[in-house]
């Protein structure tokens, strides 16, 4: 895996001084304490089945973990519209439909809280692990769904919907339907989800068929070429739980793109892969909190 961190830490980065980073996820949620880029308190726990419990859990484990505390980011495992700080909806647990996460947890930890999408979140944790001059980045999130965030100049770009970079649904040109409503998308032919619901078994053993790999590999060069087409970026970051993957992935991946380049005369954007432990997520929510506490969200 070929990862840079940066020989000195940037001021930009060392400004993140103690704060409380939250994930919550589909299947567990984890909390800790961030300081420089240094993750402490780590605790996590199977995210409840509806969104009031998780909540109350969050705050009976945080509120110990408060002393000194800034500012608090949150990554939001679902769609999340981040100008009105409103969940949308997440896939996996029920009733975060319309919740001001932000403002539930500021009333009981008495701290500023920003929350975001989790890849929007995730991103920032990447972006602060790598070359300045690699920018803009692409993070591309591939696990039991696909998600994605552009960050360019240390912005993260939301869109005006707080739907940018929704590679998810990008149409791909095969005829199956996806959970979306549409046909043909990229998440439809390379999430877990579909791969374990297409075949009836595991993704990893679906991907230990070499034909089903070779197909994988080629799906997501496809719509990781058809999203440089459009944002040229300087680097793209494939995380979540198929980055684990390692060479499997990144090897046969960066050949596909780099023959898509050659046959489109433009250079191919370096590829990398992220945190397969989800920690960075909890980074990339410290950096977020910079924006709770300068009031910006
Ligand atoms: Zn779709």
Redesign the pocket.
């Given at each position: 895996m070929s990862r840079r961190r940066p020989a000195t830490t940037p001021a930009y980065y060392r400004a993140y001084v103690r704060h409380l980073a939250i994930d919550i996820g589909g299947s567990k949620t984890a909390a800790a304490v961030v300081s420089e880029g240094a993750i402490t308190n780590y605790t996590t726990w199977p995210s409840p089945s509806n969104a009031s419990e998780s909540l109350d859990r969050i705050i009976a484990t945080c509120l110990p973990m408060i002393d000194g505390i800034t500012a608090c980011g949150v990554a939001f495992g679902g769609v999340f519209d981040f100008s009105q700080q409103r969940c949308v909806r997440s896939m996996h647990v029920s009733g975060w439909e319309g919740t001001d996460i932000s403002s539930v947890l500021e009333r009981a930890l008495g701290i500023p809280v920003v929350t975001d999408n989790d890849a929007n979140v995730a991103a920032l944790g990447e972006y602060s692990l790598l070359d300045r001059r690699e920018d803009p980045l692409l993070y591309v999130t591939i696990s039991t769904g696909v998600g994605a965030a552009i960050i360019a100049k240390h912005q993260l770009i939301r869109g005006a919907h707080s739907m940018s970079g929704e590679l998810?649904?990008l149409p791909l040109g095969h005829d199956k339907l996806?959970?979306?409503?549409?046909v043909?998308?990229?998440?439809?032919a390379v999430s877990g989800y579909w791969l374990e619901t297409d075949h009836g078994r595991p993704a990893a053993d679906v991907l230990a068929d070499p034909e089903h790999h070779r197909q994988w590999i080629a799906d997501i060069a496809t719509g990781l070429w058809s999203a440089s087409v459009v944002l040229d970026p300087a680097v793209i970051v494939i995380g979540g739980g198929m980055s684990a993957q390692g060479e499997e992935l990144l090897s046969p991946l960066t050949q596909a793109l780099g023959q898509k380049a050659s046959q489109s005369d433009r250079p191919p954007p370096a590829l990398r892969l992220g945190d397969p432990t989800g920690r960075t997520v909890l980074v990339g929510a410290a950096i977020l909190a910079r924006e709770a506490e300068h009031g910006s969200r």
């Open positions: 998810g649904h996806c959970n979306c409503g549409q043909g998308c990229f998440e439809r």
